[in-house]
């Protein structure tokens, strides 16, 4: 068995003349494995192994808003879950069985996979257990045992498996050229074919270096593959560089044609009531009920892998964005370990239970049948398709307010208007959207949440010139709203010539013909009592 704390890996690097940036690397499989590993880990799993490696010091590692999403989680009361073991799911997600069987052949392994835990029944006169063929589950408390008792005591942990011998994901023979985005090519590609490739144009005077991985470096990969689009000179190179994935980076447009047929089974739309300043169009907070909290709780559980294929591969992380690409561009069985690994990488299952009743992306998660033999004796798996029945992760109905950056709490009038108040804000600025949440909007938050600390904003595309959606438009503050609406009343006394387009609003001109030379009030139409500022003439009488 590898000891992972001392492992190494070995590279070949090529750095510019100028030492500023790595121009591919030469590895072997092992590490390929590992580096393609990242796309089978769901989002919250990497969120939590980030946030214990590197702390929260002076420079925590946030990942767009799923950092704060996760936290916010964490500090939800135990109560808004059915259960313990629902919080737990989305602190500490685990990948498919069938790929946590493959983290234990990794040469390094930064998944903190902890061996399956068997359970069986209490009952020391079962006849299973007398017969030395126990009834065993997978999950704690959930399945009866054919005593009928519930199997809740542990039998033994499953033992790490030994080293790999024929690849994990790659075969066990190749080895790959990497490029400092991440892109890999299988090492037969042809020198020329791969320069032009990875658009190396020049490479006079770079030099070859040996650079070593290990567990520490692996796990600055990791971070730095989410964060910049030059991981490997960051790496390599010590460049130290602070991260910038600004709101300017995320890029909204995506394209449903790949998944629309799969969605049609899960075309719900869900509500959103999301309060703006209406002076300036920025969202303020947002407030849901426990089925969109459910919806964006689960995103904690979708694998790297998945959210890419949602997404087509692009996700504005442009490292990650490049690694799922190439695993598309790989042959089968040529360079992969089996014919399922491409799937198993580029659309990881979830693990069984995890997609809530309010999943409304198109996921796949990994299928159990009711008993299956093994080495163990017959296993019995749950017979609810959510691990603890509900269906659910948080309990309802309840309401909870929702922050851009994904932050949830329970919802509480006093702290909303709080809140509003601290942000010096009066009620007449103040306005309320309620939203359509359907798979569009579920796939921009979705991805915007990677990258962006504005989810919100960015995913519902909220800004300063626009809004998808304006239903139920309220004025908070009771006065009357006249946003996108067109006005087409008019003066009986104003002959109307023209028409100006203000805010969508047509403000109709007075024409040449109106008296307005006698000492009486022209009637004027309401739009002109109401935008006054608009109308000089009504302003001078």
């Known amino acids: ?244 994935y600004a709101r300017t980076k995320y890029e909204p447009r995506f394209s449903l044609e790949q998944i629309a047929t799969k969605a049609n089974s899960r075309s719900k739309n869900m509500n959103l009531k999301v309060v703006l300043q209406k002076s300036t169009n920025k969202l303020l907070l947002a407030q849901a009920d426990d089925n969109f909290v459910d919806f964006l709780f689960s995103f904690l559980a979708i694998p790297l892998g998945g959210a890419e294929h949602l997404l087509g591969s692009n996700t504005c992380l442009k490292s990650i964005d490049s690694l799922h690409q190439s695993v598309a561009d790989l042959t089968d069985h040529n360079y992969l370990a089996s014919v399922d690994t491409k799937n198993m990488l580029m659309n990881p299952e979830l693990h069984h239970g995890y997609i809530s009743e309010n999943m409304i992306l198109p996921l796949s998660e990994q299928r159990l049948y009711a008993t299956f033999n093994s080495t163990w004796g017959t296993i019995k798996c749950s017979s609810v398709k959510f691990v603890r029945g509900q269906g659910k992760y948080v309990k309802g109905p309840r309401l909870y307010k929702i922050s851009d950056d994904l932050t949830v709490t329970p919802f509480c009038m006093a702290s909303t208007l709080s809140i509003i108040e601290s942000l010096k804000i009066p009620l007449s600025d103040v306005k309320e959207i309620e939203l359509q949440i359907g798979l569009e909007e579920g796939l921009s938050i979705l991805k915007a949440s990677l990258t962006s600390t504005s989810a919100l904003t960015d995913g519902l595309k909220i800004d300063g010139m626009f809004m998808k959606q304006q239903s139920k438009d309220t004025d908070v503050s009771g006065g009357l709203k006249i946003d996108d609406v067109f006005m087409k009343q008019q003066s009986k006394d104003t002959d109307v010539s023209g028409g100006l387009k203000i805010d969508d609003v047509f403000m109709k001109q007075v024409s040449k013909d109106t008296d307005v030379s006698q000492n009486r009030r022209p009637r004027y139409s309401f739009i002109d009592k109401c935008f006054s500022c608009f109308n000089p003439s009504y302003m001078k009488l």
């Open 1 to 244: 068995m590898v000891d992972e704390e001392y492992f190494q890996f070995s590279l070949k690097v090529f750095v510019n003349k100028k030492q500023t940036k790595v121009l591919f690397a030469e590895a072997d499989n092992d590490f390929a494995d590992v580096l393609l590993s990242f796309l089978t880990l769901p989002l919250g799993k990497i969120v939590g192994i980030l946030k214990k490696h590197y702390g929260g010091g002076e420079a925590p590692v946030d990942i767009g808003s799923l950092t704060t999403l996760y936290n916010g989680v964490a500090n939800l009361e135990d109560a808004s879950f059915w259960d313990e073991g629902c919080k737990e799911i989305l602190l500490n997600p685990k990948s498919s069985s069938e790929i946590e069987a493959e983290y234990r052949k990794l040469k390094i392994d930064i998944s903190e996979t902890q061996p399956i835990e068997y359970f069986t029944c209490n009952n020391l006169n079962c006849k299973a257990n007398i017969l030395r063929f126990p009834c065993l589950s997978i999950y704690y408390d959930t399945v009866r045992c054919c005593c009928g008792e519930t199997m809740k005591r542990v039998v033994e942990k499953e033992s790490r498996a030994n080293d790999c011998k024929d690849g994990v994901f790659t075969r066990n023979s190749e080895s790959f050229i990497i490029s400092d985005d991440l892109r890999i090519l299988p090492n037969t590609t042809g020198f020329v074919q791969t320069l032009k490739s990875f658009g190396i144009a020049d490479t006079y005077g770079a030099e070859l270096r040996n650079a070593t991985f290990g567990f520490n470096e692996i796990m600055d990969l990791l971070k730095a593959s989410l964060l910049s689009h030059t991981p490997l000179t960051d790496i390599i190179l010590n460049k130290n560089q602070i991260y910038d």
